[in-house]
């Protein structure tokens, strides 16, 4: 099952806002409706937006009525979301392919899908590999996440939670602690669904109990997606990341993010220039359109936030490990091959 995909001419994806209640597919056939679909977080996490960006440039190209009109619609698809870089990165790959017609640009956006299976593959291998070397005492492991980093992040399977499906694979997982992930609450609707669909043990987490649960020994890693990782190694991640960065220093417990390359954005020289999205007060003061705030009742609600790079131990990507706490850096340690080779990004 595909999380996102190009099927009769038009974009298919799994509609997350409905899940675990119902598994239902919504077809998109226009620019506005996938921008709709992004900014309701239908289909959201960083490497399937960039599978979406590169999709809905070819649906541009097919469905609107003149180059002006289709360059008009690339430029707000490109916007619909602004702290993952992947959207953007997507519609850029697909966007250069639009002199040379409909075609090349849809070829292009189908090898950035069937490349992010291979990437997710490679990941998980890597950063399995990683996590077992930095608890060598443990045969099996308990590791601490946020959010959804699982296939529906991105096309069949995930960053950070496929680590976790790789170790569960393996017979290596005592069990996933998943953070709720509040306000739309990602951790508790969707990472909880992916980990019973692949049977792996898993409890689910309080946002606000994580640090302290790393304190009493709970877990022996955490292990985080990305939206966007700076050249200096800071990174944005969903809302929450940082509290149990700090909260896993201050445990000695590893702090690891797994990301694809095109995570990274080494234009972006640190955290403190990421665009952090700044989502509706009524996802603070409602819930699922039940008011939990009096009437009037201001909220802010920050979708993401950066975790300064001091307190990531390791960086995972589908080419390289970046051991930060060694003193390694995205610039000294150069992209390397896959953990099991796929088709290869250009
Ligand atoms: O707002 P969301 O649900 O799109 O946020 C998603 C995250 O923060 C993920 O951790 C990140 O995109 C990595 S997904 C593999």
């Known amino acids: ?44 996490g960083a490497p399937a937006l960039g599978v979406a960006g590169a999709l809905g440039v070819a649906l541009a190209a097919s469905s609107e009525p003149g180059p002006a009109e289709r360059d008009a619609a690339v430029a707000r698809l490109r916007a619909a979301r602004p702290t993952a870089v992947n959207l953007a990165w997507g519609v850029d790959q697909a966007a250069a392919c639009l002199p ?5 640009v849809l070829a292009r956006a189908l090898e950035i899908r069937d490349d992010d299976v291979a990437a ?7 950063g399995a590999a990683l996590l077992t070397e930095l608890a060598p005492a443990r ?18 399977r995930g960053t950070a939670l496929g680590v976790i499906q790789t170790l569960h694979e393996r017979g290596a997982l005592a069990e996933a602690l998943a953070m709720e992930t509040r306000p739309l609450l990602q951790g508790a609707r ?51 990341s940082y509290a149990l ?40 003061t409602e ?35 970046i051991r930060l706490d060694r003193g390694e850096t995205l610039a000294t340690v150069s992209p390397g091959s896959r953990a099991v080779e796929g088709s290869g990004l250009r």
């Open 245 to 284: 960065a700090l909260g896993a220093r201050r445990a000695g417990v590893p702090f690891v993010v797994v990301a694809p390359e095109t995570t990274i954005d080494m234009s972006t020289p640190t955290g403190a220039a990421i665009a952090i999205e700044d989502r509706p007060a009524g996802e603070i």
């Open 190 to 240: 969707l990472t909880a669904w992916e980990l019973a669909r692949m049977g792996a043990p898993y409890r689910l987490v309080a946002d606000s109990a994580g640090p302290f649960l790393l304190a009493r020994g709970h877990a022996d890693a955490v292990v985080i997606g990305a939206d966007r990782i700076a050249a200096d190694g800071d990174t944005a991640n969903k809302i929450g």
């Open 139 to 156: 045969d099996r492991l308990a590791v601490m996440t946020v959010c959804n980093t699982g296939g529906l992040a991105a096309v069949e």
């Open 100 to 104: 040379g017609g409909f075609p090349g």
């Open 1 to 44: 099952m595909r999380t996102i995909d190009w099927i009769n001419g038009g974009i298919e994806l799994i509609d997350q806002t409905l899940l675990p209640g119902r598994l239902e597919i919504a077809r998109i056939e226009t620019v506005d409706a996938l921008i709709g679909a992004i900014r309701r977080l239908a289909v959201r």
């Open 120 to 126: 997710c593959v490679s990941m998980g291998v890597y």
């Open 287 to 321: 819930i699922r359109g039940v008011r939990l705030a009096p009437d009037g009742a201001a909220a802010l609600n920050p979708a993401f936030d950066v975790t300064p790079h001091d307190l990531i131990t390791a960086i995972v990507t589908d080419r390289r490990v």
